[in-house]
């Protein structure tokens, strides 16, 4: 049998340690309750993860050691990182999760947290499905807040278990919204297809400046009034027409949607 040289030995030394720390990960030892994991364990992966790596490194510079055993530390090392990731990913959606407990306590309604399961952001329109349906009181019409309480849209159908999201970015979509000026001034919002709103019936003469924000009006059935909408980016007025017309951006990032809330009646 080849002995190792005493180049060897602290590298093994390390892997050997690092294969421990695996060892107790997949026994349980170092798996308490998910959040405290999160909190806790995440700091600690990403130190093993670097360990890793300059193991990594010292081994691919060493003949000495079998192919055998390096594909397998490298198959160790993939495991690691994509439970990182998970734990990550759980972490951030606890976060949303807390922040719309705060934004519908406030609103004073009841409510059902759904995780998107699906979406088409194809030109940022199309339906999200959602993980909630008529079992968890999930009707069509209903409105549709993300964890920040930003307007995002309705309910469009739904099944047992599934429901369907309609964006406000939607063209076939139509908001009663208002906009903050002076007078509180309503129309309609639809979506224009290209991410943008489009915030039409705006009487002329009203003042509508940029950076002026939009909100769901009185006149949205099971709707709160003043949930955010977006903001003006620009108006335009028709001298052939009674009405002006103003373009919104939503204040919301359809691609970073992960879990909504619907408000129930």
Sequence with gaps: MKIFSFKVKFPFLIAAAFLLLIFFHYTGILSPAKDFTIKIFSPIQAKITRLALYINGKLSSNDEITTENYKKLEEKLVELS????????????????????????????????????????????????????????VT???????????FIGRIYQ????ISQLMPVTDPKIKIGAAI??????????????????????IPKGVKIDTEMLAVTSELEINTPKDLLI??????TADPNNFFQSAVIKPSFEINDLTVVTVILP
């Design 82 to 137: 994509v439970e990182n990731a998970r734990l990550q990913l759980l972490e951030e959606e606890n976060e949303q999760l807390k922040n719309q407990l705060k934004v519908v306590q406030n609103l004073g309604k009841s409510f059902v947290s759904c995780r998107i399961i699906g979406k088409d952001t194809a030109l940022r329109t199309g339906l999200f499905n959602l993980n909630c349906g008529i079992k968890d009181n």
């Design 230 to 235: 977006g903001s003006v980016v620009e108006s």
């Design 180 to 201: 903050l000026n002076d007078e509180q001034t309503m129309g309609i919002i639809t979506g224009r297809g290209d991410g943008l709103l489009k915030m039409e019936y």
């Design 140 to 150: 069509v019409g209903l409105p549709v807040i993300s964890s920040q309480g930003v």
């Design 158 to 161: 739904t099944e047992s278990r």
